[in-house]
Structures are given as C-alpha cells and as structure tokens.
C-alpha cells in the first residue's frame, strides 16, 4: 500500500504552509489569489479547486507513476502475441499519462498531475525535480518500446523455470535436514545442488536479456519524496513583500544602496535626511567666503599702506 496517501499529503502541506495561511487571514495582498486556499479554501484563478480535492488528485497520479515499477511484470502476462502488444500498449498509455502530467501546465486552470494552476507559481523552485523526473520515465518507455515479443516470451519462460527451479531447491535442502538416513541425505544435497547449477546457468541468460532488468532502476519514490520536499520548502518561505507604489515617498538611503550595487560607494556620501530641499551655492560655501573675504581685505589693507 502505498504511503502517498491524500490525507498524508494534505498533512504536509497544511504544516509547512502555516505562515502563509495566517499572512493570508491578517489580510497580506501577496496571498490575495491564494484565497485560503493551503487551509482548506478555494483559489481565485478560475477553476475553484481546493487543497483537499489537489491532494486525492496527486495521490492518485503518485499511485499510477509507482505502478510503472511492475512494467515487467505486466508486460509478460500473455499468451500470445496478440496479448503482448495490448499489454505494452497499455503500458505505453500510462506511461504518455504520466509525462502528461509532469509538467507545470497541463490545461489552462491546471498544473502537475491535474492540480490548480496556482501551482505554477511554483515553477523555479522545482522545474528542475520535475524535469529529472520526466527523463526518467522517457527511459523506462523507451525500454518498453524496445522489448520484442520473442524477448518477452523468452523472459517469461525463463522466469517460470526459475520458480520451479527455487522451489525444488527448497524442498530438497528440507528434506536433507529432516533426514536420518546418510544415503537419503545426500541424495537430496545432490538433487539441491544439481538444481543450483541450473539455476546459475538460468540466470546468466537473464542478464543477457534487457527486459529482465525493465523497471529494475526505476526510483520513483525518490522523485515524489523530492518533489513533496520542494513543495514544503516553498511554503515554508514567505512571499516577498511587494514595493509600495506611492509615487510621493522618496527613497531613503537603504533603498539607494539596495537598488543601486553600483554607486555603492557613492552612496556613502548622502546626507543622513534626504528628504531636504537642495542647499544654494552660498549656504553650502559661506565658511570658505567669509575667509576669502578677509584675504581680500588683507591684501587691500597692505597696499594702500604701501602707497601711504
């Protein structure tokens, strides 16, 4: 059973978006379209879907992309030729689904696996998770697509002879244990070991068979469990504040060195208050006037007395 859940889910989200449920509710215009919708709300963005029904939705899409796990499995239950094909175009279909659904816009009010489009907001943060995710489904369906019916017929009989093989195994190492009787028991110790070698033998025609390794590096827990993670830390970090659009408040010092990296230096030069009207050329250099003034007074005093 799987542990992808809707309630699990919905859990995890709910906790991790705790700040952003309660900046929406002091009334925060960053979280204006969310419209409660992490507490349990519906969003503004057209299609009115809520966490809880996003949550059974991705736990149903999680559901079908772990189930690409049994790819082989499926593909081998047959009897025929005829068979074969419809299993693997089955698998195909689900597999076309799943790289549907892994992309951050699958309709215009949806995004991942069918939820709100307020989703994809999220994009930067996990594009990438998503992105990784997708390549290696492409793999999976680009080994199904390789897998001819002879193979597969080939796998399936090997697969067969393996079970009987593992089983006679089983029995005569039983039956050797529960015998007294030293001919007896070495009779099935030969039988067990006679089996041994067969099934080596067995198993070194799988390797050669690509399809019996079909779904074996598949890891899609680790990309759900990645994705999951991305969703928590994005909702666990507040939206940044949006500028104010008051076209009267000047910008204060912090603003000039935020905005303007640089002029940094120049900005160590601003008056502390840089609200204050301009000052005029004398305001700012009356000192250096004063002191002209009295050179000049200086110079004019020594030369009339010389002239006298």
């Known amino acids: ?27 925060k215009i960053e979280y204006a379209n969310d419209a409660g919708y992490w507490d349990g709300g519906r969003c503004n963005w057209g299609a009115a879907h809520n966490l809880k029904e996003d949550c059974e939705t991705l736990a149903e899409f999680f559901v079908g992309i772990t189930e690409l796990k049994n790819a082989r499995r499926e593909l081998i239950k047959f009897n025929n030729q005829e068979e074969f094909e419809k299993n693997k175009q089955a698998l195909l279909e689900k597999v076309n689904q799943t790289l549907n659904g892994l992309q951050m816009k699958t309709s215009n009010n949806s995004s991942i696996g069918g939820v709100c489009i307020i989703w994809a907001d999220f994009s930067d943060h996990f594009k990438d998770i998503i992105e990784n995710f997708r390549k290696e489904i492409e793999r999976l369906k680009t080994d199904i697509e390789r897998v001819p019916y002879n193979e597969a017929k080939e796998l399936q009989k090997l697969l067969s002879e393996e079970r009987k093989l593992q089983k006679e195994i089983e029995e005569n190492e039983r039956k050797a244990r529960n015998e007294s009787d030293p001919d007896k028991k070495k009779k099935f110790i030969f039988l067990a070991d006679q089996a041994k070698d067969k099934w ?35 909702l666990n970090k507040p939206a940044r504040p949006t500028k104010t659009s008051n076209p009267n408040q000047q910008p204060t010092i912090f603003d000039n060195q935020a905005d303007s990296s640089s002029n940094s230096s120049s900005n160590n030069y601003l008056p502390a208050n840089n609200n204050q009207e301009p000052k005029s050329f004398i305001e700012k250099y009356w000192k250096e006037l004063v002191l002209a003034s009295f050179f000049l007074l200086g110079v004019y005093y020594i030369f009339n007395h010389n002239d006298k």
Request: proline share 2%.
């Open 1 to 27: 059973m799987t542990r992808y859940t809707a309630q699990f889910i919905e859990t995890e989200f709910k906790g991790a978006a705790i700040i952003r449920i309660s900046q929406k509710k002091a009334g």
């Open 200 to 234: 080596k033998k067995l198993l070194e025609r799988k390797k050669q068979l690509k399809s019996a390794r079909l779904g074996d590096d598949f890891n899609p827990d680790q990309h759900i469990d990645d994705f999951l993670k991305a969703v928590k830390n994005k």
